[in-house]
T-cell receptor
Framework: SAVISQKPSRDICQRGTSLTIQCQVDSQVTMMFWYRQQPGQSLTLIATANQGSEATYESGFVIDKFPISRPNLTFSTLTVSNMSPEDSSIYLC?????????????FGSGTRLTVV | ELKVEQNPLFLSMQEGKNYTIYCNYSTTSDRLYWYRQDPGKSLESLFVLLSNGAVKQEGRLMASLDTKARLSTLHITAAVHDLSATYFCAVDPMDSSYKLIFGSGTRLLVRP
């Protein structure tokens, strides 16, 4: 299965600023997924990122707040823009690889964001 | 819209005991995943269940899937402290999006 390197692992940011989270995969993947996990909560999908096309956002998430880049088949970034304390969460990327149905989805190590 | 309900939300059990976590989902799917999350960590894949009647076992954990009942179970046998974690089920809505819909998670605490 794929190995994902996600960084930063954690950050403390001032409100009103932006943070870009990176995910690098050790193999080419068609789809990459970005999730948010608010404190004590489950995972909620933010958007799906395909290489060469605009990301597809879930209800409640907009591109202006969470712009995503997907420049190639092994890399993606998620930016959390104009942050407020409500954005304090763990952000995780996930990938779908060939054989996902057998191997399951793989997750990055997560970025723990605290906005003060 | 697919909804995934997990129960219980919190489970405190003694070492050596057995218990079952339930995962119900609202629309047809035959792809269900179980994950483990330790505090402050990412998700670790436990089981991938891909057909009705699928049963998989790893150590003290056994997962099953009943697609007709839209139900998956994660059974814990003779629990040990190392199993303390949060367990999530996640369902593929089978709508070609390939995304996963997660249950709320079950926080398991195994007491000595």
């Amino acid at each position: 299965s794929a190995v994902i390197s996600q960084k930063p692992s954690r950050d403390i940011c001032q409100r009103g600023t932006s943070l870009t989270i990176q995910c690098q995969v050790d193999s080419q993947v068609t789809m990459m997924f970005w999730y948010r996990q608010q404190p004590g909560q489950s995972l909620t999908l933010i958007a799906t990122a395909n290489q060469g096309s605009e990301a597809t956002y879930e209800s409640g998430f907009v591109i202006d707040k969470f712009p995503i880049s997907r420049p190639n088949l092994t890399f993606s970034t998620l930016t959390v823009s104009n942050m407020s304390p409500e954005d304090s969460s763990i952000y995780l990327c996930s990938v779908e690889v060939v054989g996902t149905a057998t191997n399951g989805y793989t997750f990055g190590s997560g970025t723990r964001l605290t906005v003060v | 819209e697919l909804k995934v309900e997990q129960n219980p939300l919190f489970l405190s059990m003694q070492e050596g005991k057995n218990y079952t976590i339930y995962c119900n989902y609202s629309t047809t799917s035959d792809r269900l995943y179980w994950y483990r999350q330790d505090p402050g960590k990412s998700l670790e894949s436990l089981f991938v269940l891909l057909s009705n009647g699928a049963v998989k076992q790893e150590g003290r954990l056994m997962a099953s899937l009943d697609t007709k009942a839209r139900l998956s179970t994660l059974h814990i046998t003779a629990a040990v402290h190392d199993l303390s974690a949060t367990y999530f089920c996640a369902v593929d809505p089978m709508d070609s999006s390939y995304k996963l819909i997660f249950g709320s998670g079950t926080r398991l605490l195994v007491r000595p």
